[in-house]
């Protein structure tokens, strides 16, 4: 079944380190994008991309680093300049822009800053 | 980018209808309404969307106000698997647009047995 896939589920993070967070798609959608969730409230979106090679911050993206080398895959960085990156992370992707493409989005990572 | 209103929470009984408001009295000719929903711990999952006429599938319909200033998601008969956060969106599909999505805080559904 196609889907997006987001690894790995729970994350613990030291103070000053770098992780990444995994997100995969095998739909074939261009567009994909990563929203941050904390607890109690709505997402908020950090980076997006439309297409290969090619990606545009949102509206909380400091501290934040991602690529699109693939079509497939959009990773998230989650950089030591990031001050609270304790937080829900969810990566969806989209066919296109049109207004019949609705999102499709992964399970999620919860990382923890330890 | 338009902003949507809903109220923070709603309650229902099990297998009777729901009818979840959304206010979005700034929304332009070119926003579409999108309906997602929220289970604990997981992703969102698309419900339905629409532009000026109502809007059935298999999961919910879809109200839209002659005005396009409001929005009504109908859940038919609630189940135990309704209860979620819902969250009603304005997406803007003007050519160029990015056609992101903008959540705002949702509404929390409590279905009880």
């Known amino acids: 079944d196609g889907g997006i896939t987001q690894s790995p589920k729970y994350l613990f993070r030291k103070e000053g380190q770098n992780v990444t967070l995994s997100c995969e798609q095998n739909l074939n959608h261009d567009a994909m994008y990563w929203y941050r969730q904390d607890p109690g409230q709505g997402l908020r979106l950090i980076y997006y991309s439309q297409i290969v090679n090619d990606f545009q911050k949102g509206d909380i993206a400091e501290g934040y680093s991602v690529s699109r080398e693939k079509k497939e895959s959009f990773p998230l960085t989650v950089t030591s300049a990031q001050k609270n990156p304790t937080a829900f992370y969810l990566c969806a992707s989209s066919a296109g822009q049109g207004d019949y493409y609705g999102y499709t989005f992964g399970s999620g990572t919860r990382l923890t800053v330890v | 980018d338009a902003k949507t209103t809903q109220p923070n929470s709603m309650e229902s009984n099990e297998e009777e209808p729901v009818h979840l408001p959304c206010n979005h009295s700034t929304i332009s000719g070119t926003d579409y309404i999108h309906w997602y929903r929220q289970l604990p711990s997981q992703g969102p999952e698309y419900v339905i969307h629409g532009l000026t006429s109502n809007v059935n599938n298999r999961m919910a319909s879809l109200a839209i106000a002659e005005d396009r200033k409001s929005s009504t998601l109908i859940l038919h008969r609630a189940t135990l698997r309704d209860a979620a956060v819902y969250y009603c969106?304005?997406?803007?599909?003007?050519?160029?647009?990015?056609?992101?999505?903008?959540f705002g805080q949702g509404t929390t559904l409590q279905v009880k047995p």
């Open positions: 969106i304005l997406r803007d599909v003007t050519p160029g647009n990015t056609g992101k999505l903008i």
